[in-house]
């Protein structure tokens, strides 16, 4: 079973100049293996969530959830790797990992490959498994303002650094990372960090800090 989170989707350009001191971070921005998504990860009250956070051909809805009040829901912010906890003594997290294409959770890992690559794996009951390998976009994510009122999180200091520019004249300037000194929340299309999209300069990042996204700010712990 190959996994396949979602279609539409996709970041353009690269990310480059990453350091072996990053090898085990999984936070950042992700392109999916067929290059149609892209997919946001950061440490949220101590555990790793993934949210779409960009859309190639926006509007795209959850219409294959089998919740009928979720059909019409947007893509674009969807949480898809769900509350992953870190596995002692490995850089691996387990949790879980929402497919778009059928509207099913599966029991899943996440293990970076490198500095630059993002193995993900899924099964269904115990067996049946399948993965794909993600390829990184954009830098590791600070811990926000949002990340660190989780119980036993260190707060941060600081704004987070811009990534570089990407190459191959996608965009001329930098991406913004969520930061690290992040003002109280506000609704998503509102945020004001820039992520770059194919033939534009300084897309709008609607996304954000996705530690804010309701779905995963109010989830129990």
Known sequence: MRLALYTGLILAGGYTCLTPALAADPTGDWRVADAVANIRVAQCNGSMWGAVSWEKQPGGRDEYNPDQSKKTRPTLGMATLIDMKKKPGVDQWE?????????????????????????????????????????????????????AMAKGAPKPTGAAPKAPGTTGGATTGGTTAASATAPAPAP??????????????????????????????????
Request: proline share 7%; charged share 15%.
């Open 188 to 221: 998503a299309a509102q945020k004001t960090a820039t992520t770059a999209k194919p033939g534009q300069k300084n897309a709008a990042d609607l996304v954000g800090d996705i530690c804010l996204l309701p779905e995963i700010a109010g989830f129990a712990h």
């Open 95 to 147: 949790g879980q990992v929402y497919n778009a294409k059928d509207g099913q959770l599966y029991s899943a890992t996440i293990t970076p490959v490198g500095t630059d690559q993002l193995e993900i794996k899924g099964c269904v009951m115990g067996f049946l498994c399948g993965g794909e390998t993600w390829t990184r976009v954009a830098p590791p994510i600070p811990l926000s303002t949002a990340n």
